[in-house]
């Protein structure tokens, strides 16, 4: 290739403006290249559409005069040989145009009407496929040189690179825009997002506050109801023994008490205190449990407990009731386990539970048998207390700690016992416990952590 045409092939390649993407830019350049570089007349860039039924003319410069997108457009049904010449995506080199058999069909509409004599299209390939051609033409009869031909080619090349620039930058301003939607629409997402939780931990905190009130009446009432009977039945038996004592009073004033009369008045008196008694000590007990199921861990410092040991002091103090109900407690307590805790609220809790399944579990006779089991992991320790008897309804898993709940009132039972386990385990040793049935039974489980936060 003749050294200046190497020279201006090497300019336009190295020039910035191709590979930004600027296609008017390449357009100008390579086309000034091609006219300056080859003396001709002119020179076009033309586009193919996507069913290679037309081709679009992107940039024309015709004797230094240029042309952006001019309107023309040539169609495979006005001009069918030459568009079949195109579809073998080779170069047309016509000397003369008007002669040439793939170009001649524009000799009348338009080589004559622009005077053109000589024509040099070579395709544009673009990701390996044709879209459009360079069109070199001249005014006069040119006999197109190798070299020529082999530059045409070179800088058709370069247009398709300037294409894939233009392509990667409407790729990359397309993909700012897309990011620029989704930042918006993360944004306000977001903001929805927070509103909506913000009602949510609103409608939640109602919701607690609700439920607070409801849990507190309910408390309320129970305390009530179970501080009346006692309260009430002492009342009654201390008004019996009033009403006693003023017949008592008239029939002394009379002078018509006799020793029988006076005998019987006070045995009645008599039984009205002993009720009186019973009944305010039975209001204490009452008292004592609420104070219980509150207790805090005010002035408690936990201490390392070796559950091993532990455990068997606990049953120790719950040996008598154990033998009234015949019930035998297996330990599957790991040697060597130690724990942080405080002592005498776990105690009172396994009382509890062993009290509670004593109590409300055995209901047929055989073995009654209680197993408690320990074991630690890296972050909690845990406790279960298994029993082997009539496992609980889905109604009372559900309401097991609710406070005064319990299916053996009958019984004396207040219905405080898991209520004051929960309290324990949940607020002061910061923990969780829970209950499930097996095919034996029923199961308790204490989940704590390994570190008691004493800070709150």
Same mark, same amino acid.
Request: charged share 20%; proline share 4%.
């Given at each position: ?29 390579i ?7 080859l ?11 996507d069913?290679?039924r ?20 040539? &169609? ?17 080199v016509?000397?003369?145009a ?5 170009t &001649? ?18 395709? %544009?390939?673009?990701h390996?496929?044709?879209?459009g051609i ?8 040119k ?15 370069i ?6 620039a ?13 990011? &620029? ?33 409801a ?7 129970? %305390? ?26 008239k ?14 008045s006070g ?48 049953l ?9 109900h ?12 130690? %724990? ?16 509670? !399944?004593?109590?409300?579990?055995f209901t047929?006779?055989?073995?009654r048998? %209680? ?6 992991? !890296? ?13 609980m309804t889905?109604d ?17 039972a207040?219905?405080?016992?898991l ?25 308790v ?12």
């Amino acid at each position: 290739m003749h050294i200046e045409l190497q020279h201006i092939l090497a300019q336009i390649s190295l020039n910035p403006d191709i590979d930004k993407g600027d296609l008017a830019a390449s357009n100008r350049l390579i086309l000034q290249g091609i006219t300056s570089g080859l003396a001709t007349d002119r020179a076009s860039v033309w586009l193919m559409s996507d069913d290679r039924r037309q081709m679009r003319c992107a940039y024309l410069l015709d004797c230094d005069t240029h042309y952006a997108e001019p309107d023309i457009i040539l &169609s495979r049904q006005d001009f069918p040989h030459y568009f079949t010449a195109l579809d073998q995506e080779r170069n047309i080199v016509a000397q003369d145009a008007h002669t040439h058999p793939q170009t &001649s069909e524009f000799s009348e509409p338009y080589l004559k009407p622009l005077q053109i004599c000589s024509m040099l299209d070579t395709p %544009i390939r673009h990701h390996g496929v044709m879209v459009g051609i360079i069109c070199i033409e001249h005014r006069q009869p040119k006999h197109w040189q190798t070299d020529e031909i082999v530059f045409a080619g070179f800088l058709a090349d370069i247009y398709g690179r300037a294409l894939s620039a233009s392509e990667r930058m409407r790729y990359q301003c397309e993909l700012e825009q897309l990011n &620029s939607g989704l930042e918006q629409i993360i944004s306000q997402r977001t903001q929805e997002l927070t509103q909506s939780l913000e009602q949510l931990q609103h409608t939640q905190r109602r919701l607690i506050e609700v439920e607070k009130m409801a849990s507190l009446g309910r408390l309320v009432a129970g %305390i009530a109801h179970e501080i009346n009977t006692p309260l009430g039945v002492a009342v009654t038996a201390n008004s019996h023994a009033e009403t006693t004592l003023s017949a008592l009073e008239k029939l002394f004033q009379a002078g018509q008490l006799t020793r029988q009369q006076f005998s019987q008045s006070g045995a009645a008196i008599k039984s009205s205190i002993a009720m009186v008694n019973t009944n305010l000590q039975r209001a204490v007990d009452l008292v004592n449990s609420f104070k219980q199921t509150a207790a805090g861990g005010a002035g408690q410092q936990p201490e390392s407990l070796q559950l091993s040991r532990f455990v068997p002091k606990v049953l120790s103090s719950v040996e008598s009731l154990l033998k009234q109900h015949q019930v035998e407690v297996q330990l599957q307590l790991p040697r060597g386990l130690t %724990i942080q805790s405080f002592a005498s609220p776990l105690a009172t809790i396994l009382t509890r539970l062993i009290e509670n !399944a004593c109590q409300h579990a055995f209901t047929a006779q055989g073995p009654r048998t %209680i197993v408690i089991r320990a074991s630690k992991n !890296a972050y909690s320790w845990q406790l279960e207390v298994a029993d082997n008897g009539r496992g609980m309804t889905s109604d009372e898993l559900n309401r097991a700690f609710e406070p005064f709940f319990t299916t053996q009132r009958n019984r004396g039972a207040k219905g405080l016992g898991l209520t004051l386990v929960f309290n324990l385990v949940s607020h002061l040793l910061q923990g969780e416990v829970s209950l499930r049935n097996t095919d034996a039974g029923c199961v308790v489980s204490l989940t704590c952590p390994l570190q008691i936060d004493t800070t709150t």
